[in-house]
């Protein structure tokens, strides 16, 4: 993974050269082998050479505004076919499979919750933690009782925005048990996000977003057809379904662990209007530790997967759903 | 694995050829004719075959050689170093690398 500020890149034979514009320094060159990603900061320029080798090579290239949100990415014109899956995504939404798969990943995520704070509650010895996550598993088992209502997919929607709302109400509630004040207000914060948790949290989801979106596509689903967030020009619906599940596992843990080891400090933030974004620094250290974490390895249901295979392997397993290949869906929860 | 690869070859086209295969491959510059980096098996493999086809041109002489040795880190612990220094984080693979300011 590169990130990288005001520089030029272009290929020499199998790999990327990174030219600083203002020195005109010859940087270190990478070969193509060794890189999975490239991410880039507004104000970056790629040659065209640069963006053939690395559609070739399977490299992903990003572009990132300053607050880590994607605006762009490329990839290569020559997808695999995936008009199949295509279709049967869209018929999901009437016919049922829509409203399983939704209710499935809204519940890992309302679970991811609860053993993310039951795991800080037993470290910390804290009682109301724990019973702050045992109220938020409560409201994953709501999911299973309304279920039977449900007839159409924007019934279901309502529902389960309402118990998923409860869910992070709670959530992000009880994270400031284990956050100080100086750095955690007490609420999700977004847009600008208004303190230095926030702030972390909204840049490692775009890092995560990056993922979530090169595994839809890689598993031949449409990004843009999801079916808990509602259709919009321009708005990656599927992206923002099935990242749910991951949020907890692979943003909030990373991000909680930077801020308990004072790793990144409000030293790290430029204010806004109305807000904070990380700076440079604060960038890099969130970063790395996203990017680590999603190159860790763990066991699951007896294999050993790194969380950014488990990202494609859900992905996969949406679109092999969706076909008819398997019969179930089961989301990605996460209870160390 | 980290591997050491040197050679020693007359001709400065063909050598400048191997050198940047090397590149190719992400393996680092130690010395002018030393690379050092970390390899998959497999890929040590295919780098050598593509060494042996730029060494077989009419330029080539019976002196030529490429040396490709496998290190395990072991060994690589116990080495010593004189003058410029070789530090292995240098030459690892990373997850994440920042690049430009």
Known sequence: MVDEYGTYIHKKSNRFIFVDKTEKLLKKGFSADKVSQILIYTGAAVTADAIELAVKKGIDIVYLDRMGKPFARTYSCGQENSATVQRYQARAYDDGKGIFLMSSMIGAKIRNQAYFLKSLAKNRDNERLAGQAERIMS??????????????????????????????????????????EAVYSGTRTKRPPGDLFNAMLSYGYGILYTEVE??????????????????????????????????????????????????????????????????????????????????????????????????????????????????????????? | MFLWLVYDITDNSLRNKVSEKCLDFGLYRFQKSVFFGELEQEKM?????????????EEGTEEDSVLLSPVCTACLGKRLVIGKNFDIDTYAEKECLFIAE
Not at chain 1, 237 to 262: A, C, G, H, M, Y
Not at chain 1, 304 to 312: D, I, N, Q
Not at chain 2, 45 to 57: F, G, K, N, P
């Open chain 1, 214 to 336: 090169k595994a839809c596509i890689l598993s031949g689903l449409n990004p843009y057809m999801g079916f808990l967030h509602t259709d919009l020009p321009g708005k990656p619906s599927l992206v923002l379904d099935l990242i749910e599940e991951f949020r907890q596992p692979v943003v909030d843990r990373s991000v909680l662990s930077l801020i308990s080891k004072n790793l990144v400090t409000k030293n790290d933030l430029k204010p806004v209007e109305g807000g904070f974004y990380l700076n440079r620094a604060g960038r890099h250290k969130t970063l790395e530790a996203v990017s680590e974490r999603l190159a860790k390895v763990i066991n699951y249901r007896d294999f050993r997967h790194s969380f950014s295979s488990l990202v494609l392997l859900q992905a996969r397993a949406v679109s092999k759903f969706l076909t008819g290949e398997r019969n179930g869906y089961a989301p990605f929860v996460y209870w160390r």
């Open chain 1, 139 to 180: 409201q994953a088992e709501k999911i299973k009782k309304r279920a039977e209502e449900w007839g159409y997919i924007e019934e279901a929607r309502d529902s389960l925005f309402g118990i998923e709302g409860e869910a992070s109400r709670i959530y992000f509630q009880a994270l400031s048990n284990v956050l100080p």
């Open chain 2, 45 to 57: 493999y295919s780098l050598a075959e593509e060494i042996e086809q730029v060494l077989d041109h």
